[in-house]
């Protein structure tokens, strides 16, 4: 039985009246592709912020990586990755610069930093490319370098929030064998998404209405309880129960 990297019973977030995220309560495994899914307004980026360690919850439990989301959110900063669509990368500094950088965040120590520099380099093909300012590159090869820095020091869990929106339907497929990877070397990976295709290639998927979970389930079995063809239908049908939007 593979381990949990991530519990959730009851997690809540208040903000003044309002609800954000009203007693989630979820377990994700290692290895495990999980996709978390919502409406603009759902509460699941509120949620992903709590698990991170950078928004302190109202009530309820929850550990991400062995760590408690009240008392050791610096821990869990340590031991996860991060990638956003909004900001990963920082555009005038070189591929070489930005990999230092990131990896000197996570914590890696020089001569450790220096060879995963290389070998991360080396493997996404970026060689003769490495000593160039990260604008140059294409969208695509931006999300693929962002999701590599994230998992530089091989944390027990990545969050990707929306990582391939603006993308190209190719560089959306490579960039979910690169996510198939990581999962297959025992990363947790959980991701928020907008397009429902995506939604098929996780292991299981929850969807948040109104701050609460309102289906979890594999893509496979969602299609089956709400009679849908695809995870589009499944989450049309779940998201015109919304009564809240941003």
């Known amino acids: 039985m593979k381990e949990t990297v991530i519990a959730t019973d009851k997690l809540t977030k208040r903000f003044g009246n309002f609800t954000a995220v009203d007693a989630i309560t979820f377990e994700v495994a290692q290895g495990e592709i999980f996709g978390f899914l919502g409406a603009n307004g759902a509460g699941k980026t509120t949620a992903m912020r709590m698990l991170c360690g950078l928004l302190h919850p109202t009530s309820g439990q929850a550990e991400v990586a062995g760590f408690d989301v009240f008392r050791q959110r610096e821990k869990i900063k340590q031991n996860i990755g991060y990638m956003s669509q909004k900001f990963s990368l920082y555009e005038d500094l070189t591929i070489r610069e930005n990999i230092r950088l990131y990896g000197g965040i996570y914590g890696l120590k020089n001569g450790e930093l220096q060879s995963k520099s290389n070998a991360l380099i080396h493997r996404l093909g970026l060689e003769s490319e490495a000593d160039k300012l990260v604008r140059s590159l294409p969208l695509g090869w931006k999300q693929k370098l962002s999701f590599s820095v994230a998992i530089l020091h091989e944390p027990k869990i ?89």
């Open 158 to 246: 990545v969050f990707l929030d929306e990582p391939t929106g603006g993308v190209d339907p190719v560089t959306r497929r490579q960039f979910w064998d690169m996510i198939y990877e990581t999962a297959d070397s025992g990363i947790t990976v959980f991701v928020t998404t907008h397009y429902m295709d995506e939604a098929e290639y996780c292991n299981r998927v929850s969807i948040m209405v109104d701050g609460r979970i309102d289906a979890l389930d594999s893509p496979t079995e969602l299609k089956k309880t709400f009679h849908a063809d695809s995870m589009d239908e499944v989450f049309v049908q779940l998201a015109r129960k919304a009564q809240r939007s941003e």
